[in-house]
C-alpha cells in the first residue's frame, strides 16, 4: 500500500465517499472504520497520507496521531483530521491538518492530493531549499492556502506573485525555507495581507525561487497563520450576509464625546481610521488588524446604533449623472457594448439575465429592483401578466442617455434548455436567484447554471434571499457555498431595507466587466 491512502472512518458511508472521491482523481485508496485496524494497517502498509476521524473508537485520532509519530516507519505519513466540532481546529495534540464539519468528500480528495504532493515535493528534494524552476497556476485550480502547505512541506524559498485580474489586486508572498516572512496585499503588509490573499478565490500564481532580501513582518508559525486564516473564512462565510460591503459607506451617528473612555484597541482604531475615510474598502486598508475582524467591528458599531450605513451612491460616495454607476463604471460599459455596436450605428443596450428558484422569490426581486435608482420595472410584473416560465424583460436599467441595462428573466425548467444558450448569448451576466429552503431552491437551477457556465466569457452571480431568522438557509449555504461561490455571493436580508438596497446596488456595480 506504499504511496496510497487509507481513509479511518466509523461513518462507513461517508468514508466510502472519500475512497470514490479520491480514486475519480487517481489516488489509491483503502478504508476502515476502527482506529484498532487503521493502527494496524498503517505499521504493516506504510500509506502515504491517512484521512482520520477524530472519535475513532477503540483508538482515536489522537492515540493514533501519537503512536503513529513514534514509530519510524510511519513518522512521515501525512495526517488530515475530521473534526466534529468547531474547536476541534484549535487543538495541540495533533500533528496535522483538521477539516470542521460539514465534511465534503470532494474538498476531503483535494486535501489528500495535496498532502501527497508535499510528501512528494519533500521525498524528491529532502536537503535542497530552492527550486531551480517556477511554479504557475490558477487559484481556482489550488488555493492559496493548499499551495504554502505544499510549499512549507518542501521548505521552498521564493516569491509567490498573486494578480486577480482588477488592476489594483496584486499580492505577494515571500516564503524562506518554507516559512512565510512576508506579505503584500495592496496597501497592507505582514499577517493582515496573508488573511487578506488567503480570501482570494479567483486569479493566478507565480512562484519565483531563489533567495530573498525582505524584511521579515511575519513571525508567526506558518501551520498557525493557515489556521487562523481558515478559521476566519469559515466565519466570514457563515456571517458574509450581516457584514457591510467594501463600496459602502459609515458615518458616526453620535458625538464623538459621547463614546467610551475605555473602549478595545481595535474598536479604537478603527474610530480614528473613521475621521479620515468614510468607504469600508479603505477603512480596511487603513486598520492593522485583520479585514475579517475590522468588518466584525463596523457590524457591532452599526447593531448598537453608533454608525450609519450607506451605500456606495450614497451622501458620501461621487457618482455619475445616473446616481447607480460611477463614470469609470459607465465608461466600461460603453467600452464593452461597443465590441457589438453595429458600423455607423447606436450603441446597443447590455443584457443581464435573472434566473429564479420560483415566482415568489421572481417577484421579491423585482420589488427589491424597483427601489433602486434608474431601475425601471415592467407595471405588467406587478399585476401577474408573467409567469416563472415566461422569456421576458423585467424592465431596464438606465446607465446614461443613450444606452442601459435590459434586464431578462429567463425560465429554469428543463423544456426551455434549447433556449438558454441563445438568450445567453453576449449577455453581460447571469443572475441567480434563491430564497430558503436553499437546497431545493439550488436543485432547480442547477440545470439552467451549468449550461450558462458553458457559454463564452459567462459571468455567474447569486442573489439569496434571507427572511428574517432564516437559518435554514445559512446553515445550507455551508453546504453549497462552494459552488456559489464560483460566482460572486450576495446574501440579502429582506427584513433589513437600507441593507439589502445596499447589496442590490454594490450587485450593479460588480456586474459592470
Known sequence: MTGAVLVADADRDRGKAIVDACAARGIDCEATGQGAEALEIALADGPAAMVVELDLPLIDGPMLSSILRANPRTRDIRLLFLGGQPGDADRTDLDGDVMLPPIDPQRVARRVQVLLMQRSAQESVPEERVD????????????????????HGGRKTGTIELTRGESDAVGRVVLSAGDVIHAEAGAAQGA???????????????????????????????????????????????????????????????????????????????????E????????????????????????????????????????????????????????????????????????????????????RVRTEFAVLLEDTPDVEIDARLAAGAFSVDDLAALGRVAVDTEVGIEIVHVPAAERFAPIWPVVGHA?????????????????????????????????????????????????????HLDRLEEGSLFLVPLENAEKARVLIRDLFARIVP
Open 276 to 359: 479620515h475615510y468614510s468607504r469600508v474598502r479603505d477603512i480596511l486598508d487603513h486598520c492593522a488588524y485583520p479585514d475579517y475582524q475590522v468588518l466584525r467591528t463596523l457590524h457591532t458599531l452599526i447593531e448598537r446604533g453608533m454608525l450609519a450605513l450607506r451605500s456606495a451612491t450614497g451622501a458620501f460616495g461621487e457618482t455619475s449623472a445616473s446616481g447607480l454607476f460611477t463614470p469609470a463604471q459607465v465608461g466600461r460599459l460603453r467600452e464593452w457594448l461597443d465590441v457589438s455596436r453595429p458600423r455607423g450605428g447606436a450603441a446597443p443596450d447590455a443584457k443581464l439575465l435573472v434566473v429564479a428558484a420560483d415566482a
Open 192 to 274: 493582515k495581507a496573508l488573511y487578506r490573499l488567503l480570501t482570494w478565490d479567483r486569479g493566478s500564481f507565480a512562484f519565483k525561487p531563489g533567495p530573498v532580501s525582505a524584511s521579515p513582518t511575519i513571525h508567526s508559525s506558518t501551520r498557525t497563520l493557515l489556521r487562523e486564516g481558515r478559521r476566519q473564512i469559515e466565519e466570514w462565510k457563515q456571517a458574509a450576509f450581516e457584514l457591510p460591503p467594501g463600496d459602502a459607506h459609515v458615518a458616526l451617528t453620535v458625538p464623538r464625546g459621547s463614546l467610551p473612555n475605555v473602549i478595545h484597541p481595535m474598536t479604537q482604531e478603527v474610530l480614528v481610521v473613521l
Open 132 to 151: 531551480p524552476g517556477g511554479v504557475e497556476g490558477q487559484i481556482s485550480q489550488i488555493s492559496l492556502g493548499d499551495l504554502l502547505e505544499l510549499f
Open 427 to 479: 449577455a453581460l451576466g447571469t443572475v441567480f436567484v434563491l430564497a430558503s429552503p436553499v437546497e431545493e431552491a439550488t436543485a432547480s437551477i442547477q440545470r439552467v447554471e451549468q449550461e450558462i457556465r458553458k457559454l463564452p466569457r459567462s459571468r455567474v452571480f447569486h442573489v439569496v434571499l434571507l427572511e428574517k431568522g432564516d437559518r435554514d438557509a445559512q446553515e445550507t449555504l455551508r453546504q
